[in-house]
């Protein structure tokens, strides 16, 4: 595994996450960005190279799926400095086994991180967690192996986003669609309609502000907004659009990016 001690173009990601500003379409426009870049040094900590990263108003959440240790690397805005690690990888009952989506609450106060190994969500507070050797996570809820949530993005306590992933043992696979979930009571509630074109590979985002969501997918040219109680309002067909996808089940449902592009943009 490839690893890095410094994660020199965080700044970047962070930077282009926060951007509010319109969109410029035209390709010939050139921004010099690089002394905006601040490198940061992750001390002795080593990340591997598929880590992905979380952000708050002050913390800087890395989350390195390939470690054998501690999952969840801190790192303070302010002053860019690591704070230290959580999260401990294994399949003990404190312990995380696949580690999914990671968010913080409004108070940056606690972290919470999707376990698919366990099927449950596991919250840690931070201070406790930092400073405590044997500390024990809350288990916020649980949910199960046939219907569960996928790229979680959380809005508060009781409304999130996420993929839905429907296992069909009968197929050997799977399908997937856009859903409410609730982390509190465990509660998952699709938005996708009966209508949805079946084997569509789903990625998306959401605008809080505007209370959207918009459902782009990796095998087809084709755009889906919905307001946040699941009405469709916009289907958007691209020049490449099919009326039907190849491969209508799959067993990587994990395989799509989990932000990417345009969509990546809607959550700012």
Not at 37 to 46: A, E, G, L, R
Request: glycine share 8%; hydrophobic share 35%.
């Amino acid at each position: 595994m490839k690893l890095l001690k410094k994660l020199r173009f965080i700044a970047i990601f962070i930077l282009f996450i926060s951007c509010r500003q319109s969109v410029d379409n035209s390709r010939n426009n050139h921004v010099d960005i690089s002394q905006d870049v601040i490198p940061f040094d992750t001390d002795s900590i080593q990340i591997g190279a598929g880590a992905r990263i979380y952000t708050s108003d002050s913390l800087v959440i890395i989350k390195d799926g390939q470690s054998n240790d501690m999952l969840l690397t801190i790192i303070d805005i302010q002053t860019l400095k690591t704070k230290g690690q959580i999260a401990k990888f294994g399949p003990g009952p404190d312990e995380v086994a696949v580690p999914g989506a990671v968010f913080i609450d409004r108070d940056n106060k606690s972290i919470s991180i999707f376990d698919y190994g366990q099927l449950k969500i596991s919250s840690y507070n931070i201070d406790s967690a930092l400073v405590m050797d044997k500390y024990c996570p809350t288990t916020i809820s649980n949910f199960n192996n046939q219907q569960f949530p996928d790229r979680y993005v959380h809005v508060n306590d009781t409304l999130g986003f996420a993929r839905s992933i429907t296992i069909d043992p009968k197929k050997k696979g799977y399908t997937q669609g856009i859903c409410r979930y609730n982390i509190t009571t465990g509660e998952l509630t699709d938005i996708s309609g009966p209508s949805r074109m079946e084997g569509l590979k789903s990625l998306f985002g959401i605008s809080v502000a505007d209370r959207i969501i918009a459902e782009g997918a990796t095998n087809n040219d084709i755009l889906n907004i919905y307001d946040f109680n699941g009405r469709l309002l916009h289907e958007i067909k691209g020049p490449d659009y099919e009326p039907q996808v190849v491969g209508k089940t799959g067993a990587d449902w994990d395989s799509a990016p989990e932000q990417t592009g345009t969509l990546l943009m809607l959550q700012s």
